[in-house]
């Protein structure tokens, strides 16, 4: 038997005003992606015949940017509502095909209640997803006679009576082509909004005498939608509690689900323990054994097996080899790369450089633009002058070097394998051949001296 061709078509250029932002409101993010992947993937994920999407030509310049959109790009100039944008995605469809509609702020409508509809499609000309809902507010409702849907009416347009009704619509339908395409030469704008509406076709169905049909969804909050930022941090919540939950079920421990968020996708090895308060953002790989401590924030890095982040540490484009101990309170940024068994304590900021083997920087340093060797020492309040004001320059320390407290190194600079610097010294030549490198300074004393206040006025002038 000859199989049904489908298309899929994504509405996604509604105006979004009641995000009450200036970005898209399709491509607002939740988990880390944006609403419309959600819808994207999908759709994809039903192998239909091709995709259309409905958007603006901002949403297309956007998403076209950031990756291959294997989709059939409708562009919906200006928004006369859902009906409109499928009316406009209608040339790009034939009348011998079902054609299966998703709303793009709808993003947890699953594969296999889509399935569910393209089955029931088989008894009837027009199928609909929907569910009672026990707050429907917003949502159109299903109106029924004797049991057998008749129409959608729009919340804003309900009567009393009608806003009653639990039933809601999706915004996902399927249709043939040729059904479809009649349907919607007949909607119009006489409504409260003057907008197009798609649940018109449904009254006009009813009245050609199709057999309309509904599907529920697996589970309820399917049906929820993004219209305004408080249902995006609701929709955000219930993504958060599934990567949590799957993160659980594949062995990480996750001290405190409830406070830990992924924003992106993460690779990982095993017995990964992360405590309460962590943000991990973009692409992340993550080791055997490895660690995270409370209120860490990871964007886009890879710690391999063995290695810590202790707590409140800020990592971000960074690659951290095996067996390191990093933070409490450090940052790290920038295309830093660091080997394994390294230290990196409290109030370092490590930016745009390589730190090899066995490696210290333990307490209150900032290193930038750096090739550090191994087995170095950078001692408490060291600082690498990396910026001129104009440009920025590069600090090389040789292997096995050992850096004083305090000391500046002022950037170009090499310093020789095998050097010492003395504590509080200010590196201003390269240090060609190993040795100690100090300055000279003068300590005073006087002998006997004791605070008072007009002594302390003199010798603070
Ligand atoms: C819509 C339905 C409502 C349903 C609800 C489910 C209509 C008239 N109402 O209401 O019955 O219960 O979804 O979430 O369809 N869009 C365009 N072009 C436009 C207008 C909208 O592409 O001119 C897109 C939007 O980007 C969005 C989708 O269509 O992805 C739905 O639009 P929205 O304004 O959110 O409709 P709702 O008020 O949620
Ligand atoms: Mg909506």
């Not at 259309?52 to 956007?62: A, G, P």
């Not at 076209?64 to 406009?88: F, L, R």
């Not at 309460?276 to 080791?287: D, F, K, M, R, W």
């Not at 060291?382 to 040789?398: F, Q, R």
């Amino acid at each position: 038997m000859l199989q049904t061709k489908t298309t899929i078509i994504i509405l996604a250029a509604g105006k979004g005003s009641r995000m009450k932002s200036n970005y898209p409101k399709v491509l607002h993010k939740l988990g880390g992606k944006t609403i419309l992947e959600y819808v994207l993937n999908t759709a994809k994920s039903i192998k239909p015949t091709k995709i259309i999407l409905v958007c603006t030509n901002n949403i297309k310049k956007i998403l076209s940017q950031t990756k291959n959109v294997p989709v059939e790009w409708v562009i919906q100039k200006h928004q006369k509502g859902t009906g409109d944008a499928i009316i406009i995605a209608s040339k790009n469809f034939s009348d011998n095909e079902n054609i299966i509609v998703l709303y793009g702020d709808m993003p947890l409508i699953s594969k296999e209640s889509i399935r569910k509809l393209q089955e029931s499609k088989k008894k009837s000309n027009l199928s609909l997803l929907t569910s009672n809902i026990k707050h429907p507010e917003g949502y159109g409702r299903i109106l029924r006679k004797k049991g057998k849907v008749i129409s959608i009416i729009e919340d804003k347009c309900a009567k009393n009576k009608e806003k009653l009704i639990k039933e809601v619509y999706s915004g996902t339908f399927i249709a043939n082509g040729k059904d479809l395409k009649r349907w919607l030469l007949k909607i119009n704008k006489n409504n409260i909004n003057q907008e197009f509406y798609a649940t018109d076709i449904v009254y006009l169905a009813y009245l050609e005498g199709n057999t309309i049909s509904t599907v529920k969804p697996l589970n309820y909050r399917e049906m929820l939608g993004v219209n305004n930022q408080v249902q995006l941090s609701i929709l955000e919540k219930i993504i958060q509690k599934k990567i949590t939950e799957n993160l659980m079920i594949s062995g990480i421990i996750l001290k405190d689900p409830d406070h830990f968020n992924l924003r992106g996708t993460l690779k990982h090895g095993k017995n990964i323990e992360i405590d309460t308060g962590v943000i991990l953002e973009g692409n992340i790989i993550l080791g055997d054994h490895v660690k995270i401590g409370a209120g860490c924030i990871i964007k886009n890095s890879m710690i391999k097996n063995k290695s810590q982040i202790r707590e409140y540490s800020i990592i971000e484009n960074v690659k951290i080899g095996e067996s390191c101990i990093i933070g409490p309170f450090c940052h790290l940024r920038n295309n830093t790369i660091i080997n394994n068994e390294i230290h990196i304590g409290n109030f370092v900021e490590v930016k745009d450089s390589t730190i090899e083997k066995k490696s210290k920087i333990k307490h209150l340093s900032y290193i930038g633009n750096s090739e550090i060797g191994s087995q170095v020492n950078i001692g408490a309040g060291s600082i690498t002058c990396n910026y001129d004001g104009l440009k920025k320059s590069k600090t090389i320390i040789g292997n096995n070097v050992f850096i004083g407290s305090n000391t500046e190194l002022i950037a170009p600079i090499t310093i020789s394998k095998n050097t010492t610097i003395a504590a509080g010294t200010t590196v201003i030549k390269n240090v060609e051949k190993p040795g100690l490198v100090y300055n000279k300074k003068e300590q005073k004393y006087k002998e006997n001296w004791v605070l008072t206040k007009s002594n302390n006025k003199k010798t603070t002038k």
